[in-house]
């Protein structure tokens, strides 16, 4: 995979979610749970992902395993662009399919905001939809950085978690 997947760590996501579901490395929401756990560490989602089902599968060998797997064929690749790119950038060609590349990547990761999107927001309740809006909002518009969203978002859920099983717990419904 890090081999043919092209655009970065997030382009990468909607492959490793649809290898973890067909090979039943994971439950579509085991896989929900990772790529929003990854996605708030530290380094590149996919990256983290590969480590997380290789160490889940296999344990720390099998967690240095995927990310080499993962790690390697990028890498090799980059080293091999980076010596040829500085004589071939202004080629016509290569500048076409680079533009290809881009609106490619593009689509997968809109691909995958949507397919996520979909499936994380389908029957939370209106808390989630909200979460979401205001992220998208805050993050798109007003260029606060993830890491403020998402440490936000842990907090609200914490919140509205302990609000919810609160009130449940007087006899009030709970979403």
Do not use: H
């Amino acid at each position: 995979m890090g081999m043919f997947t092209v655009g970065g760590g997030m382009a990468m996501v909607p492959v490793l979610q649809d290898m973890t579901e067909r090979n039943k490395w994971m439950t579509s929401e085991e896989t929900l749970d990772c790529i929003a756990v990854c996605q708030s560490l530290p380094g590149v989602v996919a990256i983290n992902m590969a480590t997380y089902v290789g160490s889940k599968k296999r344990g720390p060998l099998g967690a240095l395993c995927t990310t080499c797997g993962i790690l390697l064929p990028s890498l090799i690749i980059i080293i091999l662009v980076a010596m040829f790119m500085g004589r071939i950038d202004q080629n016509a060609y290569v500048q076409g399919a680079l533009s290809g590349i881009r609106a490619a990547a593009a689509g997968l990761i809109g691909w995958a905001t949507w397919s996520m999107g979909k499936q994380v927001l389908r029957g939370k309740g209106w808390f989630a939809w909200v979460l979401a809006a205001v992220s998208f909002t805050v993050v798109g518009f007003f260029g606060v950085s993830a890491v403020w969203v998402i440490l936000g978002g842990i907090l609200l859920g914490i919140a509205y978690n302990s609000f919810t099983s609160a009130k449940a717990a007087k006899g009030g419904a709970k979403e």
